[in-house]
């Protein structure tokens, strides 16, 4: 469970904090080197060739029809707030972080320096959540499918369950245990999907308000195995198999039909290999064997937003330089599969910290912060296509960050929080920040993070909803210690049109 590693301030050993979540693990070596060469780096080409990219066609099958869903509209006091002429502050912005008193609870007021709205959702001082209360994750959806929840995690291994609307605590939920991976489903407003915790051979759902839970899925009895004809249970390729999970990172595709999952054995020293599943009919439709290609498990594995890709991410297994990308038969950092692994690309030397996401033509890409090469970079899943978006390094500072694409009714953007900055503030420095997928795209500055970083916990790992109007962040307010609770910012409907 690696993003739950604590982190370090302390100047190139950002490289550590870089790696907690998806596990970036330059050498400290490494990232000084790529620090004392950055200046020389430039937004002259946005478009970068991957030598490695294979075009790969896509699995496709026939979409789940699901009905859609109305998002909640922004709460009324932060639409008072908001003045008919609002923008957000584009560009490389420098303004200083605001003097801003910790909010309280539920009141609602305008960020100081870029004038959003940002209220106190938790106050774990006061109310049932332990310890702290703080947004999971921000590869993970905060929201419910209608918006009306909003799902917390606490010190205490406990999650928990508040009114979007009103930010009132509604009730501690018994999922299993602080890793069962929950994901809203999403058109059902009072369900989540969860996995056994730290992983099981089985997918639940859960209703948040009635406990009831129902096994949609169980890996030792499904409809067919692609490429094991007779064959309906994982046990029967892999028999010591007792645990299939994302390693608490990844996501299904957004309609929740496409799973991504790592296989191993009860006690975690072993990892067998990867699948993907359709929920749908009941069918594994891709099994990639760690030991017959030769590597070992990665650090997370998700499903893209269309279910067409699964993307496994090593650390361990980093590839040799950006000229010798992963292939199919040769996988190795950060990688892109077809639903049934006959086809692969290499994205990058290294799984960094990043994100699925959908670009403003549709197609499934990554966003990923790429310290090897100095930049925030997009690219396309299906062919490897490298668009850069800016530069990581400024002045020899460093940045560490999250990023959120689970803004599928939004396409075109991500959202990225920063922390852990080394040197000097720069204009990335504990920001919040919406950036076009694009070359030479659009950074429009959402808000300060307002937190100090004292361990893992701290860290900001903001999420946004469908449809880029909420954002759920973490932060400790500038205190010393794990004080963490969560806000939220709501934004205009309009403000990236």
């Given at each position: 469970m690696f993003r739950r590693i604590s982190t370090s301030l302390s100047y190139l050993l950002v490289s550590i904090s870089l790696a907690s979540c998806s596990g970036a693990t330059d050498s400290i070596n490494a990232l000084a080197e790529s620090i004392n060469n950055a200046n020389n780096t430039t937004l002259e080409s946005n478009n970068v060739t991957n030598t490695n990219a294979v075009v790969i066609e896509p699995?496709?099958?026939?979409?789940?029809?699901?009905?859609?869903?109305?998002?909640?509209?922004?709460?009324?006091?932060?639409?008072?707030?908001?003045?008919?002429?609002?923008?957000?502050?584009?560009?490389?912005?420098?303004?200083?972080?605001?003097?801003?008193?910790?909010?309280?609870k539920g009141v609602s007021a305008l960020d100081p320096t870029y004038g959003t709205c940002l209220t106190r959702v938790t106050d774990a001082a006061n109310e049932e959540p332990s310890g702290f209360a703080r947004n999971d994750y921000s590869r993970r959806q905060?929201?419910?499918?209608?918006?009306?929840?909003?799902?917390?995690?606490?010190?205490?291994?406990?999650?928990?369950?508040?009114?979007?609307?009103?930010?009132?605590?509604?009730?501690?939920?018994?999922?299993?245990?602080?890793?069962?991976?929950?994901?809203?489903?999403?058109?059902?407003?009072?369900?989540?999907?969860?996995?056994?915790?730290?992983?099981?051979?089985s997918i639940e759902t859960h209703n948040v308000l009635t406990d009831e839970v129902v096994t949609v899925a169980d890996f030792t009895n499904v409809a067919s195995i692609n490429g094991y004809p007779g064959v309906t249970s994982i046990k029967d390729i892999w028999p010591n198999v007792a645990r299939v999970s994302t390693k608490n990172e990844g996501s299904p595709s957004k309609d929740a039909r496409y799973w991504g999952l790592q296989v191993e054995n009860s006690s975690f020293t072993a990892s067998y290999g990867a699948i993907t599943y359709d929920l749908q009919t009941n069918t594994i439709t891709g099994v990639f064997d760690f030991a017959a290609n030769g590597i070992g498990g990665p650090d997370h594995i998700s499903m893209s937003p269309s279910g067409e890709y699964v993307v496994p991410s090593w650390n361990a297994e980093k590839c040799a330089g950006p000229s010798s990308l992963g292939t199919t038969n040769n996988?190795?950092?950060?990688?892109?599969?077809?639903?049934?692994?006959?086809?692969?690309?290499?994205?990058?030397?290294?799984?960094?910290?990043?994100?699925?996401?959908?670009?403003?033509?549709?197609?499934?890409?990554?966003?990923?912060?790429?310290?090897?090469?100095?930049?925030?970079?997009?690219?396309?899943?299906?062919?490897?296509?490298?668009?850069r978006?800016?530069?990581?390094?400024?002045?020899?500072?460093?940045?560490?960050?999250?990023?959120?694409?689970?803004?599928?009714?939004?396409?075109?953007?991500?959202?990225?929080?920063?922390?852990?900055?080394?040197?000097?503030?720069?204009?990335?420095?504990?920001?919040?920040?919406?950036?076009?997928?694009?070359?030479?795209?659009?950074?429009?500055?959402?808000?300060?993070?307002?937190?100090?970083?004292?361990?893992?916990?701290?860290?900001?790992?903001?999420?946004?909803?469908?449809?880029?109007?909420?954002i759920m962040f973490n932060s400790n307010w500038g205190s010393n210690s794990e004080d963490t609770d969560a806000y939220m910012i709501e934004l205009p409907t309009t403000v990236l049109d």
């Open positions: 699995v496709v099958t026939e979409p789940v029809v699901t009905e859609p869903v109305v998002a909640a509209p922004i709460n009324a006091a932060c639409s008072a707030l908001y003045s008919n002429t609002f923008a957000l502050v584009s560009g490389l912005d420098q303004s200083p972080i605001a003097n801003l008193s910790k909010p309280v905060a929201f419910n499918a209608d918006e009306t929840f909003i799902l917390i995690y606490a010190q205490d291994g406990y999650w928990h369950l508040y009114d979007a609307a009103n930010l009132s605590y509604i009730r501690k939920l018994s999922l299993g245990g602080g890793s069962v991976e929950p994901q809203w489903h999403p058109t059902d407003p009072n369900l989540l999907f969860k996995l056994p915790n730290n992983g099981g051979l996988p190795c950092g950060l990688m892109a599969y077809t639903r049934d692994f006959s086809t692969a690309v290499g994205l990058s030397e290294i799984g960094p910290h990043s994100d699925t996401a959908i670009d403003a033509n549709g197609n499934d890409v990554i966003v990923i912060s790429n310290y090897q090469s100095g930049f925030v970079e997009s690219i396309e899943l299906g062919t490897g296509q490298i668009t978006l800016f530069n990581i390094y400024v002045n020899d500072s460093a940045t560490a960050m999250h990023i959120s694409g689970k803004a599928f009714n939004k396409p075109g953007w991500v959202l990225i929080s920063t922390y852990a900055a080394t040197r000097t503030e720069e204009w990335w420095t504990k920001k919040i920040m919406a950036v076009e997928i694009a070359a030479n795209p659009q950074i429009l500055n959402i808000s300060h993070t307002y937190s100090n970083e004292v361990g893992y916990w701290t860290q900001p790992q903001a999420a946004v909803n469908r449809d880029f109007t909420k």
